[in-house]
């Protein structure tokens, strides 16, 4: 993983829990000058994810990105822009994969990133994330790589000039940025670009540039190392490797740049979906540390770290808890995460935890639909809570206010407790709904909710 921009799937469904919203993001930072660095930003998705109109030319919708960045809670650049979908293919065919990539200016420091993405033919679909972003300087006295950009596909030219006009060029490149960090099918081919600086000033004799290629608990599987001339300060690199050998899982590709003096690396988790060649489940003598290291809780921060133990509280056993709760050493608190998740995984032989996965697509249908003036954070409303606890019901019923009667939601569980109800009144008439009444031991009970919270007084309160 890279640790200063984690790759995610957003996926926020509509209001029916259904016809989830998809896009993968990935982003890499560069030099562009001694005072600001390029931080870029890939996204991806296909063009059946929006909601398509029928036109003369063929199914056509729109997709909106909005990106806010902001350092110390003011902000410092906002950029939006729609990417049309035109679909010709006929209906239920394979999907068109669209790709596009933004880049930001921005001086070295500490920032919150929030991307906002709706389907414009449809409001209600629509997905938002938010993360902290740590934008390096890019040290002039000393050799320094890029981060690594994964590639869905690279085109060499001749010369810069001969290059056309594109948002992916680099130089002498085109580089198609591959946002999901997936290589799928029976053929991967494991493609990337890295950019190396102060070559010429630094290493006027030269050095070499090592790949290796390493599985989830670190072992190296593959290694090539090859020398590079300083033809001057800012050298570009590529690397296309067949990986059609290897079972399906999570990888990391390193980079070296070596000389007699000075060194620099960077690294990038990959994933690999091969249909002929399944994921193998670890070795029973794999170490745990090894394991850990290699996960994504490794590298949470103790303010990531507080907010996931909080969000835990809610699936956590009262032992659970009180381990928690015990720890006060940060690598602790990291490896606890990774121990608490590890047990829920359903299949752990596949490189995704798929329990993590639905709870993380829960909490942000929760964040994005269920926020108010109450809860800025919807997962903390009455209705978030009991979606990240319980999961999506199987029946959800909305019934709107009346002159006389407050709006409310009905939650059905076909799978809790033999079968269980949810009550949720709109009390305040903002859309902040509070849980008045349920079926399951330990939730609120009041089985005269109708009666005592759904009239409305003379004066509509």
């Known amino acids: 993983m890279n640790a200063r921009f984690a790759w995610f799937l957003i996926s926020a469904a509509a209001s029916a829990w ?22 870029e930003l890939y996204y991806s ?60 200016l921005l001086p070295p420091g500490n920032y919150a990133v929030r991307i906002l993405i709706q389907d414009v033919a449809d409001s209600s679909r629509r997905a938002q994330a938010r993360f902290a972003l740590s934008v390096r300087p890019f040290d002039s006295t000393r050799l320094e790589l890029s981060d690594i950009q994964l590639a869905s596909l690279i085109r060499y030219h001749l010369t810069p000039e001969a290059a056309p006009e594109s948002p992916f060029r680099k130089g002498a490149y085109t580089i198609i940025p591959n946002p999901s960090v997936e290589y799928r099918g029976s053929d991967p081919v494991l493609r990337l670009y890295v950019e190396l600086y102060n070559a010429r000033r630094r290493t006027p004799e030269g050095g070499t540039l090592r790949y290796e290629l ?40 390193r980079v070296q740049a070596r000389t007699s003096a000075d060194s620099a690396s960077a690294q990038k988790r990959f994933y690999v979906l091969n249909p002929e060649l399944p994921p193998q489940p670890p070795a029973a003598h794999t170490p745990e540390d090894s394991l850990f290291e290699a996960s994504e809780f490794a590298t949470y921060s103790p303010s990531r770290v507080a907010q996931e133990l909080e969000l835990l509280e809610l699936l956590a056993s009262p032992q659970e808890l009180e381990l928690a709760r015990s720890l006060t050493e940060l690598r602790a608190r990291q490896r606890f995460l990774f121990r608490f998740w590890s047990a829920r995984d359903p299949n752990p032989a596949t490189p995704e935890n798929e329990a993590l996965q639905d709870f993380r697509a829960r909490l942000e249908y929760a964040n994005t639909y269920f926020a108010s003036a109450r809860w800025r954070t919807g997962w903390r409303s009455d209705r978030g809570r009991v979606l990240l606890k319980y999961g999506y019901p199987t029946q959800r019923e909305t019934i709107t206010a009346t002159p006389d009667q407050r709006s409310y939601e009905v939650w059905f569980y076909a799978g809790l407790r033999g079968g269980a109800y949810f009550y949720f009144v709109d009390l305040t008439g903002f859309q902040d709904y509070t849980l008045v009444h349920s079926t399951v031991p330990g939730e609120p009970y009041a089985p005269d909710w109708q009666t005592r919270y759904l009239p409305l007084g003379p004066s509509g309160r």
């Open 214 to 253: 390493l599985d989830a608990s670190g072992t190296r599987l593959w290694e090539l190392e090859r020398p590079y001339r300083p033809v001057a300060d800012a050298l570009a690199d590529v690397l296309e490797l067949p990986i059609n050998v290897i079972s399906s899982g999570v990888y990391f590709i």
């Open 45 to 104: 998705f296909p063009d059946t994810t929006v909601r398509l109109r029928h036109t003369d030319s063929g199914d056509v919708g729109e997709l909106y990105f909005g990106v806010q960045i902001d350092s110390a809670g003011r902000p410092v650049a906002f950029r939006e822009w729609i990417v049309p979908v035109l679909r010709t293919a006929p209906r239920g065919d394979t999907a068109r994969e669209l790709i596009g990539q933004q880049h930001f």
């Open 18 to 39: 259904a016809q989830p919203l998809q896009v993968w993001l990935d982003a890499a930072q560069f030099w562009h000058n001694r005072q600001v660095p390029r931080w």
